[in-house]
């Protein structure tokens, strides 16, 4: 009996609570620090992995937060709870971010649900996503069954989807220590094609990647890849577990920076043309080439070209962190608007998973514009989404373009290269 009651009460709170308000996730395309989450299956319950950037700060006025919508429209949530400071496993790192983790029972979260978690103040604002405090996570059936998450050569879990080659890193099993077998796969790293592109003329994509190479790794045995490119890790089979795969794309040098004179030609492909970026190749020094293509578009005004150096090529860098893929995140759909447009100043996103950015100016006569992205997960990439491209983009796109190209608009209007402002 009062178990039901419980249960009654439980539903009535929910069932008379406030509509929240409508959210947008601009925030989350911000250049900034991210609170950056991951989750292990444990038995009956999930496990979640949190690093909140320094200064992290939970307890009284941040508290931690967790809500589950049944999809990102949703007007109600599923459940709301707090997770109390015993239950948090804190840790401080040196840098002052901290690290955090807690478990929920995995009945709780049905496949498809969608996770918010919250260390925002109270009067905080409820429709802004600020990324420092703030992360939702789309409960997939593979996330809520992988029963291991990536971790950095301390042991700590990366929360990302990329490494650098080189770079050392492990898997940490729950249970039984798991024996890890991995494949690198031939990929062509194509850049996104401009938003007018005929859907009939993109490229179909191969039906199966070559592999080039793979191997086995002992349970427990750190893992380190020298050639940059797409593996995939499939981890189990001991004690009777199942096998999961996870996909994790190896950067070159310093990803998701630019360092390498061919790494700064290749992402002008969205502002010139083949002849430009050979001219640029071809040069005796190819990274004073740089320089001089960015000076030449300031008229020789040395403080300018530097400024369209930083933000070109910072937007470059927060689209390889932000949409890393099986590809770098640059070379994605969201990449090529982030790197050419500018972060998205509002962003929508529907029950069907599609993803809408408007932006206020740069449409017909200087009106609003929306790009419509819509979700095509694979096992190699789960988060990855495509442009519904229409040729009515097609001058909007150009103007665009031409804005960088030109040093009196090229600081300025619509894909002016600014962060969205602190809110």
């Not at 609570?17 to 959210?23: G, I, N, T, V």
């Not at 020094?285 to 530097?306: E, M, Y």
């Not at 006569?365 to 495509?386: K, L, M, Q, V």
């Amino acid at each position: 009996m009062l178990v039901r009651l419980l249960l009654l009460f439980s539903f009535l709170l929910t069932a008379f609570a406030p509509l929240a308000p409508r959210p947008d996730y601009a925030g989350l395309y911000r250049d900034a620090p991210h609170l950056a989450v991951d989750t292990r299956r444990e038995g009956d319950s999930l496990r979640l992995y949190l690093r909140l950037p320094a200064p992290g700060r939970l307890g009284p006025g941040h508290p931690l937060r967790l809500a589950a919508w049944p999809s990102y429209e949703a007007k109600l949530p599923l459940w709301q709870d707090s997770i109390v400071r015993r239950r948090q496993h804190q840790h401080t790192e040196a840098d002052g971010s901290l690290r955090l983790s807690f478990c929920i029972a995995a009945a709780r979260v049905p496949a498809g649900a969608i996770l918010q978690l919250s260390t925002s103040p109270a009067d905080a604002k409820e429709d802004y996503q600020e990324p420092s405090t703030t992360a939702w996570l789309r409960l997939t059936e593979a996330v809520l069954a992988r029963s291991f998450v990536l971790t950095d050569s301390v042991g700590q879990p990366l929360a990302r989807r990329y490494v650098r080659a080189g770079d050392t890193f492990g898997v940490d099993s729950y249970g039984l220590m798991q024996p890890v077998r991995w494949k690198r796969y031939a990929v062509t790293p194509a850049p996104a094609l401009p938003p007018m592109t005929s859907p009939a003329a993109m490229p179909a994509g191969p039906r199966l990647l070559p592999v080039l190479d793979s191997a086995e790794a002992r349970p427990g045995e750190p893992l380190r890849f020298r050639e940059p490119g797409l593996y995939a890790l499939k981890v189990g089979g001991a004690g009777g577990m199942p096998t999961r795969t996870l996909a994790v794309l190896v950067g070159a040098n310093n990803y998701p920076a630019l360092t390498t004179a061919s790494e700064l030609i290749e992402p002008l492909r969205y502002l010139t043309t083949s002849q430009e970026r050979q001219r640029l190749t071809d040069a005796p020094d190819p990274k004073r080439a740089v320089d001089k293509f960015w000076l030449d578009i300031a008229q020789g005004n040395q403080r300018q070209g530097k400024e369209l150096i930083r933000q070109f090529y910072g937007r470059v860098t927060a689209a390889n962190r932000l949409f890393a893929a099986h590809k770098a995140g640059w070379l994605t759909d969201r990449g090529l608007l982030y790197v050419v447009l500018g972060p998205p100043p509002s962003v929508r996103r529907l029950f069907n998973g599609e993803e809408r950015w408007f932006y206020s100016e740069g449409g017909l006569n200087g009106g609003p514009i929306t790009y419509t992205f819509r979700p095509r997960p694979s096992t190699f990439a789960p988060d990855y989404y495509e442009l519904v491209r229409r040729p009515e983009y097609e001058l909007l796109w150009y103007a665009a373009v031409e804005k960088w190209r030109t040093p009196l608009t090229a600081l300025t209007g619509p894909n002016a290269p600014t962060d969205l402002p602190a809110r």
